[in-house]
Protein backbone atom coordinates (compact mmCIF):
# COMPACT_ATOMS: atom_id res chain seq x y z
CA UNK A 1 0.00 0.00 0.00
CA UNK A 2 1.54 3.58 -1.34
CA UNK A 3 2.01 5.28 1.81
CA UNK A 4 2.26 9.28 1.94
CA UNK A 5 2.51 12.01 4.29
CA UNK A 6 -0.64 14.06 5.61
CA UNK A 7 1.33 16.45 8.00
CA UNK A 8 -0.26 17.70 11.14
CA UNK A 9 0.84 21.57 11.06
CA UNK A 10 1.33 22.93 14.44
CA UNK A 11 1.03 26.21 13.36
CA UNK A 12 0.30 29.65 15.22
CA UNK A 13 0.70 33.35 14.75
CA UNK A 14 4.22 34.66 14.34
CA UNK A 15 3.18 37.32 16.90
CA UNK A 16 3.47 35.08 19.56
CA UNK A 17 7.47 34.07 18.64
CA UNK A 18 9.27 36.23 21.16
CA UNK A 19 12.01 34.77 22.97
CA UNK A 20 10.54 32.69 26.05
CA UNK A 21 11.90 32.69 29.17
CA UNK A 22 9.35 30.12 30.72
CA UNK A 23 6.00 29.00 31.52
CA UNK A 24 3.24 31.64 32.16
CA UNK A 25 1.63 31.15 35.42
CA UNK A 26 -2.11 31.78 34.46
CA UNK A 27 -5.22 31.88 37.64
CA UNK A 28 -8.77 32.15 34.92
CA UNK A 29 -11.11 29.82 35.32
CA UNK A 30 -11.19 27.46 32.45
CA UNK A 31 -13.89 25.08 31.07
CA UNK A 32 -14.33 22.38 33.20
CA UNK A 33 -12.46 19.10 32.21
CA UNK A 34 -14.16 16.78 35.10
CA UNK A 35 -16.99 14.91 32.26
CA UNK A 36 -16.37 13.18 28.68
CA UNK A 37 -16.86 15.41 26.05
CA UNK A 38 -20.05 15.33 24.88
CA UNK A 39 -20.27 14.70 21.11
CA UNK A 40 -21.17 17.60 18.98
CA UNK A 41 -24.48 17.50 16.57
CA UNK A 42 -24.26 17.14 13.22
CA UNK A 43 -24.98 20.34 11.96
CA UNK A 44 -27.91 20.63 9.75
CA UNK A 45 -25.71 22.52 6.73
CA UNK A 46 -25.28 21.13 3.34
CA UNK A 47 -22.30 18.00 3.53
CA UNK A 48 -18.97 19.40 1.84
CA UNK A 49 -18.35 17.70 -1.33
CA UNK A 50 -15.45 15.82 -1.10
CA UNK A 51 -12.73 17.48 -3.23
CA UNK A 52 -13.99 19.99 -1.20
CA UNK A 53 -12.52 19.00 2.06
CA UNK A 54 -9.62 20.72 3.83
CA UNK A 55 -7.49 18.94 6.13
CA UNK A 56 -7.49 19.41 9.66
CA UNK A 57 -4.77 22.11 11.38
CA UNK A 58 -4.11 20.87 14.89
CA UNK A 59 -1.40 22.23 17.58
CA UNK A 60 -1.45 21.95 21.57
CA UNK A 61 -0.08 24.44 23.49
CA UNK A 62 0.32 24.07 27.31
CA UNK A 63 -0.46 26.27 30.50
CA UNK A 64 0.81 25.43 33.38
CA UNK A 65 -0.84 26.76 36.82
CA UNK A 66 0.89 26.04 40.48
CA UNK A 67 -0.78 27.00 43.55
CA UNK A 68 1.14 27.70 46.98
CA UNK A 69 1.41 28.38 50.36
CA UNK A 70 3.24 30.11 52.47
CA UNK A 71 5.80 29.41 49.67
CA UNK A 72 5.61 25.95 49.37
CA UNK A 73 3.98 24.75 46.09
CA UNK A 74 1.02 22.52 46.85
CA UNK A 75 -0.07 22.08 42.83
CA UNK A 76 1.10 21.90 39.63
CA UNK A 77 -1.20 21.44 36.88
CA UNK A 78 -1.03 21.28 33.30
CA UNK A 79 -3.49 21.93 30.92
CA UNK A 80 -3.23 20.83 26.99
CA UNK A 81 -4.77 23.99 25.07
CA UNK A 82 -6.15 23.03 21.61
CA UNK A 83 -6.02 25.38 18.75
CA UNK A 84 -7.43 24.06 15.57
CA UNK A 85 -8.58 25.42 12.26
CA UNK A 86 -9.62 23.94 8.66
CA UNK A 87 -9.61 26.20 5.82
CA UNK A 88 -13.33 27.00 4.63
CA UNK A 89 -14.70 24.92 7.41
CA UNK A 90 -14.54 27.41 11.03
CA UNK A 91 -17.82 25.50 12.57
CA UNK A 92 -16.20 22.18 12.52
CA UNK A 93 -12.78 23.45 14.00
CA UNK A 94 -14.71 25.34 16.87
CA UNK A 95 -16.73 21.71 17.69
CA UNK A 96 -13.46 19.93 17.73
CA UNK A 97 -11.62 22.11 19.75
CA UNK A 98 -14.35 23.10 22.35
CA UNK A 99 -14.45 19.29 22.75
CA UNK A 100 -10.95 18.84 23.45
CA UNK A 101 -10.37 22.02 26.30
CA UNK A 102 -13.52 20.19 28.09
CA UNK A 103 -11.33 17.23 27.68
CA UNK A 104 -8.01 18.65 27.90
CA UNK A 105 -7.95 22.36 29.65
CA UNK A 106 -7.42 21.80 33.98
CA UNK A 107 -10.90 23.52 35.36
CA UNK A 108 -10.85 25.77 38.05
CA UNK A 109 -12.71 23.59 39.89
CA UNK A 110 -10.72 20.58 40.04
CA UNK A 111 -7.37 22.77 40.71
CA UNK A 112 -9.85 23.52 43.94
CA UNK A 113 -10.15 20.21 44.62
CA UNK A 114 -6.72 18.76 44.15
CA UNK A 115 -5.80 21.88 46.44
CA UNK A 116 -7.70 22.05 49.52
CA UNK A 117 -6.44 17.97 49.15
CA UNK A 118 -3.00 18.98 48.89
CA UNK A 119 -3.74 21.60 52.07
CA UNK A 120 -5.22 18.89 54.17
CA UNK A 121 -1.78 16.27 53.61
CA UNK A 122 0.60 19.12 54.01
CA UNK A 123 -0.86 20.24 56.96
CA UNK A 124 -0.17 16.14 58.39
CA UNK A 125 3.40 16.24 57.86
CA UNK A 126 6.37 16.86 60.32
CA UNK A 127 9.29 18.97 60.29
CA UNK A 128 11.08 15.44 59.22
CA UNK A 129 8.61 14.64 56.23
CA UNK A 130 8.08 18.21 54.95
CA UNK A 131 11.08 18.04 53.16
CA UNK A 132 10.20 15.31 51.27
CA UNK A 133 6.89 17.06 50.30
CA UNK A 134 6.93 17.35 46.21
CA UNK A 135 3.28 18.44 45.62
CA UNK A 136 -0.02 17.26 43.70
CA UNK A 137 -0.06 17.01 39.80
CA UNK A 138 -2.55 17.08 37.28
CA UNK A 139 -0.92 16.55 33.89
CA UNK A 140 -2.86 16.96 30.80
CA UNK A 141 -1.04 16.11 27.56
CA UNK A 142 -1.71 15.49 24.15
CA UNK A 143 -0.70 14.32 20.41
CA UNK A 144 -2.34 14.24 17.64
CA UNK A 145 -1.88 10.75 15.95
CA UNK A 146 -4.35 11.15 12.37
CA UNK A 147 -5.03 14.39 10.76
CA UNK A 148 -6.29 14.91 7.12
CA UNK A 149 -9.07 15.73 5.41
CA UNK A 150 -11.78 12.80 6.85
CA UNK A 151 -10.76 12.65 10.37
CA UNK A 152 -8.58 14.09 13.48
CA UNK A 153 -7.71 11.39 15.79
CA UNK A 154 -5.86 12.56 19.12
CA UNK A 155 -4.57 10.61 21.59
CA UNK A 156 -5.16 12.33 25.54
CA UNK A 157 -2.93 11.50 28.47
CA UNK A 158 -3.62 12.12 32.16
CA UNK A 159 -1.34 12.15 34.83
CA UNK A 160 -2.65 12.47 38.18
CA UNK A 161 -0.97 12.39 41.48
CA UNK A 162 -2.44 13.22 44.96
CA UNK A 163 -0.41 11.90 47.60
CA UNK A 164 -0.76 7.71 46.59
CA UNK A 165 2.74 5.75 46.53
CA UNK A 166 2.20 6.25 42.62
CA UNK A 167 0.64 8.49 40.49
CA UNK A 168 -2.25 7.64 38.26
CA UNK A 169 -1.66 7.06 34.21
CA UNK A 170 -4.87 7.61 32.22
CA UNK A 171 -5.17 7.41 28.20
CA UNK A 172 -7.95 7.95 26.07
CA UNK A 173 -8.52 8.82 22.10
CA UNK A 174 -10.69 11.67 20.49
CA UNK A 175 -11.81 11.00 17.25
CA UNK A 176 -13.95 13.58 15.23
CA UNK A 177 -15.43 13.79 11.70
CA UNK A 178 -13.07 16.71 9.97
CA UNK A 179 -16.35 17.41 7.83
CA UNK A 180 -18.62 18.44 10.91
CA UNK A 181 -16.34 18.55 13.97
CA UNK A 182 -18.68 15.88 15.03
CA UNK A 183 -16.72 13.11 17.91
CA UNK A 184 -17.21 9.91 16.64
CA UNK A 185 -17.97 6.80 18.73
CA UNK A 186 -16.61 3.77 17.81
CA UNK A 187 -20.26 2.67 16.09
CA UNK A 188 -20.20 5.51 14.07
CA UNK A 189 -17.34 3.82 11.92
CA UNK A 190 -19.54 1.05 10.71
CA UNK A 191 -22.94 -0.16 9.63
CA UNK A 192 -21.67 -3.68 11.26
CA UNK A 193 -20.58 -2.60 15.03
CA UNK A 194 -21.32 -6.61 16.17
CA UNK A 195 -18.96 -7.55 13.28
CA UNK A 196 -16.18 -4.57 14.09
CA UNK A 197 -16.50 -5.57 17.61
CA UNK A 198 -15.78 -9.18 17.08
CA UNK A 199 -12.80 -8.85 15.35
CA UNK A 200 -11.39 -6.85 17.98
CA UNK A 201 -12.74 -9.10 20.60
CA UNK A 202 -10.86 -11.98 18.65
CA UNK A 203 -7.97 -9.97 18.25
CA UNK A 204 -7.42 -9.57 22.11
CA UNK A 205 -8.19 -12.89 23.50
CA UNK A 206 -6.09 -14.26 20.90
CA UNK A 207 -2.85 -12.05 21.72
CA UNK A 208 -3.48 -12.44 25.27
CA UNK A 209 -3.23 -16.37 25.84
CA UNK A 210 0.13 -16.29 26.81
CA UNK A 211 1.33 -14.04 29.99
CA UNK A 212 0.21 -13.15 33.12
CA UNK A 213 -3.22 -11.02 31.79
CA UNK A 214 -6.21 -10.66 33.70
CA UNK A 215 -9.44 -9.47 33.45
CA UNK A 216 -9.12 -9.97 29.65
CA UNK A 217 -12.88 -10.88 28.42
CA UNK A 218 -14.94 -8.00 30.18
CA UNK A 219 -12.18 -5.25 28.53
CA UNK A 220 -12.51 -6.99 24.80
CA UNK A 221 -16.11 -7.16 24.85
CA UNK A 222 -16.14 -3.84 25.91
CA UNK A 223 -13.13 -1.64 25.05
CA UNK A 224 -15.15 -0.15 21.72
CA UNK A 225 -17.93 0.76 23.55
CA UNK A 226 -15.37 3.62 25.57
CA UNK A 227 -12.87 5.89 24.17
CA UNK A 228 -9.31 3.84 24.81
CA UNK A 229 -8.97 3.71 20.69
CA UNK A 230 -7.96 5.91 18.22
CA UNK A 231 -6.19 6.20 14.51
CA UNK A 232 -2.71 6.75 13.15
CA UNK A 233 -0.34 6.50 10.27
CA UNK A 234 -1.02 2.39 10.40
CA UNK A 235 -4.55 1.81 11.33
CA UNK A 236 -6.63 1.22 15.17
CA UNK A 237 -4.84 1.06 18.20
CA UNK A 238 -7.20 -0.59 20.85
CA UNK A 239 -5.26 0.28 24.20
CA UNK A 240 -5.72 -0.89 28.05
CA UNK A 241 -4.54 0.99 30.47
CA UNK A 242 -1.67 0.46 32.93
CA UNK A 243 -3.05 -1.72 35.59
CA UNK A 244 -6.19 -2.34 33.63
CA UNK A 245 -5.23 -5.72 32.16
CA UNK A 246 -1.67 -6.81 33.37
CA UNK A 247 0.90 -5.35 35.97
CA UNK A 248 2.32 -2.12 36.27
CA UNK A 249 5.76 -3.48 35.20
CA UNK A 250 3.43 -4.47 31.84
CA UNK A 251 2.42 -0.39 31.09
CA UNK A 252 0.21 0.25 28.38
CA UNK A 253 -1.31 -2.61 26.65
CA UNK A 254 -1.90 -2.16 22.58
CA UNK A 255 -3.57 -3.74 19.82
CA UNK A 256 -3.20 -2.54 16.09
CA UNK A 257 -5.66 -2.88 13.65
CA UNK A 258 -4.29 -2.17 9.78
CA UNK A 259 -5.79 -0.32 7.63
CA UNK A 260 -6.08 -3.60 5.03
CA UNK A 261 -7.46 -5.55 7.94
CA UNK A 262 -9.92 -2.82 8.82
CA UNK A 263 -11.67 -2.82 5.11
CA UNK A 264 -14.78 -4.26 5.36
CA UNK A 265 -15.21 -3.50 9.00
CA UNK A 266 -14.89 0.09 8.70
CA UNK A 267 -16.94 2.72 5.77
CA UNK A 268 -14.48 3.59 2.89
CA UNK A 269 -15.01 7.04 4.56
CA UNK A 270 -12.80 6.51 7.16
CA UNK A 271 -9.75 4.50 5.50
CA UNK A 272 -7.38 7.67 3.71
CA UNK A 273 -7.18 8.08 0.33
CA UNK A 274 -4.24 6.02 -0.08
CA UNK A 275 -4.81 3.77 3.21
CA UNK A 276 -1.93 5.64 4.84
CA UNK A 277 -2.14 9.39 7.38
CA UNK A 278 0.25 10.31 9.39
CA UNK A 279 1.65 13.31 10.83
CA UNK A 280 4.67 15.77 11.58
CA UNK A 281 5.17 17.40 15.23
CA UNK A 282 8.14 19.34 16.89
CA UNK A 283 8.14 18.96 20.22
CA UNK A 284 10.69 19.39 23.78
CA UNK A 285 9.25 15.96 24.60
CA UNK A 286 9.76 12.12 23.07
CA UNK A 287 6.33 9.92 23.62
CA UNK A 288 7.95 7.08 23.13
CA UNK A 289 9.04 7.45 19.23
CA UNK A 290 12.09 5.21 18.28
CA UNK A 291 15.35 7.44 17.96
CA UNK A 292 16.26 7.30 14.08
CA UNK A 293 19.31 9.80 14.56
CA UNK A 294 20.46 12.69 16.73
CA UNK A 295 22.10 16.45 15.86
CA UNK A 296 24.03 18.54 18.08
CA UNK A 297 24.01 22.43 16.27
CA UNK A 298 24.75 24.45 19.54
CA UNK A 299 26.89 22.80 22.26
CA UNK A 300 24.74 23.15 25.62
CA UNK A 301 21.72 24.00 24.03
CA UNK A 302 18.18 22.17 25.11
CA UNK A 303 17.45 19.21 23.36
CA UNK A 304 13.74 18.80 21.54
CA UNK A 305 12.32 16.27 18.74
CA UNK A 306 11.59 15.75 15.25
CA UNK A 307 8.71 13.32 15.63
CA UNK A 308 7.41 11.70 12.36
CA UNK A 309 4.20 9.62 12.80
CA UNK A 310 4.33 9.08 8.84
CA UNK A 311 6.76 6.59 6.83
CA UNK A 312 8.83 9.81 5.27
CA UNK A 313 10.60 9.22 1.85
CA UNK A 314 12.68 11.98 3.08
CA UNK A 315 13.15 14.96 5.88
CA UNK A 316 15.79 17.29 5.54
CA UNK A 317 16.65 19.88 8.19
CA UNK A 318 18.52 23.06 6.45
CA UNK A 319 19.09 27.00 7.95
CA UNK A 320 16.77 29.71 7.00
CA UNK A 321 17.01 33.73 7.36
CA UNK A 322 14.84 36.41 6.59
CA UNK A 323 15.44 38.78 3.59
CA UNK A 324 14.93 42.38 3.52
CA UNK A 325 11.41 42.19 2.26
CA UNK A 326 10.25 40.05 5.05
CA UNK A 327 10.35 36.45 2.78
CA UNK A 328 12.36 33.38 3.79
CA UNK A 329 15.37 31.92 1.89
CA UNK A 330 16.53 28.31 2.46
CA UNK A 331 20.34 28.38 3.92
CA UNK A 332 22.53 25.00 4.05
CA UNK A 333 21.90 21.74 4.27
CA UNK A 334 22.09 20.89 7.85
CA UNK A 335 20.70 17.05 8.06
CA UNK A 336 18.74 14.46 5.84
CA UNK A 337 16.98 11.15 6.37
CA UNK A 338 15.74 8.85 4.20
CA UNK A 339 12.90 6.45 5.03
CA UNK A 340 12.61 7.51 8.07
CA UNK A 341 9.92 5.05 9.71
CA UNK A 342 6.70 5.60 11.05
CA UNK A 343 6.66 6.03 15.26
CA UNK A 344 10.15 7.59 14.97
CA UNK A 345 12.08 10.26 16.14
CA UNK A 346 15.23 12.77 15.40
CA UNK A 347 16.60 14.51 18.56
CA UNK A 348 17.93 18.03 18.21
CA UNK A 349 19.87 20.28 20.15
CA UNK A 350 19.55 23.70 19.19
CA UNK A 351 18.88 27.46 20.45
CA UNK A 352 15.98 29.11 19.65
CA UNK A 353 16.08 32.97 18.57
CA UNK A 354 13.35 35.93 18.19
CA UNK A 355 13.49 34.92 14.41
CA UNK A 356 13.35 31.21 13.42
CA UNK A 357 16.34 29.98 11.73
CA UNK A 358 15.85 26.00 10.77
CA UNK A 359 13.10 24.48 8.61
CA UNK A 360 11.88 20.87 7.80
CA UNK A 361 10.93 19.71 4.33
CA UNK A 362 9.56 17.12 4.05
CA UNK A 363 8.19 15.63 1.01
CA UNK A 364 6.58 19.23 -1.07
CA UNK A 365 6.39 20.61 1.85
CA UNK A 366 8.26 22.57 4.34
CA UNK A 367 8.01 24.26 8.21
CA UNK A 368 10.26 27.18 9.94
CA UNK A 369 10.76 25.76 12.99
CA UNK A 370 10.26 28.59 15.97
CA UNK A 371 9.19 29.00 19.68
CA UNK A 372 6.06 30.01 21.17
CA UNK A 373 6.70 33.21 23.05
CA UNK A 374 3.36 32.48 24.83
CA UNK A 375 4.34 29.34 26.53
CA UNK A 376 7.43 28.16 25.51
CA UNK A 377 6.04 25.04 23.23
CA UNK A 378 7.51 24.23 19.72
CA UNK A 379 5.35 25.38 16.16
CA UNK A 380 5.98 23.95 12.85
CA UNK A 381 4.96 27.05 10.79
CA UNK A 382 4.11 26.29 6.53
CA UNK A 383 6.44 28.39 4.58
CA UNK A 384 7.46 28.73 0.91
CA UNK A 385 10.86 29.65 0.40
CA UNK A 386 12.18 32.79 -2.31
CA UNK A 387 13.99 30.90 -4.82
Not at 241 to 248: D, G, L, S, V
Amino acid sequence: MKKRLLPLLLSLALLLMTAACGQEVETEPTPSATAAPTPSPTPSAEPIAEEELSPVVVSFSYRSEMRDKDGVILLTAQSAVPSVSIAGNEEAARRIEDSLSEQLVVSEERMKEYLELAEDDFDLLTDETRPLWGGYFLYNTAFATRADSRMLSVKCSVFDFAGAIQGAYDDSGATFDAATGERLSASDLTDDYAALKALVRERIMADTVSGSYFDVEPFAEGVLDGDQWYFDAEGLTVFANTYEIATFNEGQVEFRFSYDELEGYIDERWLPDDGHAGTLAVSFENPGFELAGELSLDSGADTWYILSSAELDSLTLSRVEMAEDGSWLIGGELASYGALPAGSAVSVSAWFMDTPQLAITAGENSYLIAQSGEDASLLLIPVEFTA
